[in-house]
């Protein structure tokens, strides 16, 4: 009788592929990406979709099909990141996942002490003499 042939699963990844776990992997073509759980492709996106992606993790923890950490890991971001999106997904659906509150990406966040010891008028000096910023 003939050995029998390695399974698929003990194959490794193809290339551009992200093991998330044993069901799951992310496949990235170019700007694409894709999902994948259980060998069915289950979400596709863009990678300038960054609402798609929320929702990519949002699908693959809430869906149980992988962890919190495993989906940070695999998205390179934070398990913080992780848990407020779905935190966002459960308030207010997709729409929720497009609103970005918080500090505002590459503003600089200088103390108002530090501003006024290098002589640059603070925010609030400028509206009080009705300056446009």
Known sequence: MPDQLPLLSSMPPPTGAVSINK???LRMEGDQRV???AGMPVHHYSSQD?????YAMVLLVDGGHATQVEVARAFECSERTVRRHLGRYTQGGMAALAVRTGWKPGRKRIPKARVRQTGTPARSDWMDQGKPL
Do not use: L, T
Not at 50 to 54: F, G, T
């Open 23 to 25: 069901r799951c992997s």
């Open 35 to 37: 999902v994948i759980v």
């Open 50 to 54: 960054d609402v798609a992606e929320a």
